[in-house]
C-alpha cells in the first residue's frame, strides 16, 4: 500500500505515505537528501523512496493486484534501481523517462513495484513494470496509489486503493492556490491506513527544498531538514 500526491500550484508540493506491514525501515538524511530506507535480507538497507537536494521526489507503491508481466524475463530495467538512481541523482527524471519508453521495465519477482517520480520542475512520471508508463508536465496535481492507471478498476483487491485515491483527488479539486505543506499532510491523514499501517508520512517543499515528515501518524511531531 501507499499514497503518492505531486500538487502544482504556487508551488509544487509532494507528498508521500509510505504503508508498511512487517518490514524494518528507518529515515536517514544527509545534505543531498531525505531517504526512506527498508532493511532488504540480501541487500541490507535500501534507499527506496524520499527526496534529493536536485529536488526529485520518489515513492514506490506496489500494485495490487500483482501482474505476472512484471517479473524480471530477459533483458530489461529494474524499476527499484532506476528509482535508487533518481533518488541518489545518478540519473535525471527525463533520462528514466527516455530509458522506460525504450526499453521493457521489471520489478522483483511476485511483486509488481511501481515508480511514482517528479522533478524540480513538478513534472511526474508513473512506471508500471509490464504495462507501460504515463508522462505529464507539470501537471495540477497527479496521485497514484496502489492500483494500475491502465487498469483502473477492471481487476480488484483489498489494498488497491480506489478510496485513498477518491479521497485525495475530492481534497486535491478543492486545493486553493496557496496550497503548501500543512494543506499536504491534511490529505495525507485522511488516506493515512491502520491494517497495512502508515509509518512515514513525507511532504516535499520543492521551491525551499524543504522536507518535512512523521512517523507512525504522529502529526504532532513532525521533523524537518533544508538540503543544501
Known amino acids: 500500500m501507499c499514497t503518492s500526491l505531486v500538487v502544482n500550484k504556487k508551488k509544487t508540493i509532494v507528498g508521500w505515505n509510505l504503508d508498511l506491514l512487517n518490514m524494518e525501515y528507518r529515515v536517514r538524511t544527509d545534505d543531498a537528501g531525505v531517504y ?37 524475463t530477459g533483458d530489461g530495467e529494474n524499476v527499484i534501481l532506476l528509482d535508487i538512481d533518481l533518488l541518489l541523482q545518478k540519473k535525471t527524471l527525463q533520462e528514466i523517462r527516455e530509458i522506460v519508453e525504450k526499453r521493457p521495465v521489471f520489478s522483483v519477482p511476485g511483486l509488481t513495484f511501481m515508480g511514482a517520480l517528479s522533478d524540480a520542475s513538478g513534472n511526474v512520471l508513473h512506471v508500471i513494470p509490464g504495462q507501460g508508463n504515463l508522462y505529464y ?6 496521485i497514484l496509489t496502489n492500483f494500475s492507471p491502465f487498469k483502473q478498476d477492471s481487476e480488484t483487491h483489498p489494498w488497491m486503493g480506489r478510496d485513498r485515491y477518491h479521497t485525495a483527488e475530492e481534497l486535491l479539486e478543492k486545493a486553493p492556490e ?51
Open 137 to 142: 508536465e507539470r501537471p495540477e496535481y497527479k
Open 36 to 72: 526512506i530506507e527498508v532493511n532488504d535480507a540480501k541487500e541490507g538497507w535500501m534507499p527506496l523512496f524520499g527526496a534529493n537536494s536536485r529536488g526529485d521526489f520518489v515513492g514506490m507503491p506496489t500494485c495490487w493486484p500483482v501482474d505476472s508481466r512484471s517479473d524480471p
Open 178 to 228: 496557496d496550497f503548501d505543506v500543512p494543506d499536504c499532510f491534511t490529505v495525507l491523514k485522511a488516506v493515512a491506513q491502520n491494517v497495512c499501517p502508515t509509518v512515514v508520512s513525507m511532504v516535499f517543499d520543492v521551491q525551499e527544498r524543504t522536507v518535512y515528515w512523521c512517523e507512525r501518524q504522529a502529526w504532532d511531531r513532525v521533523q524537518k531538514v533544508v538540503l543544501s
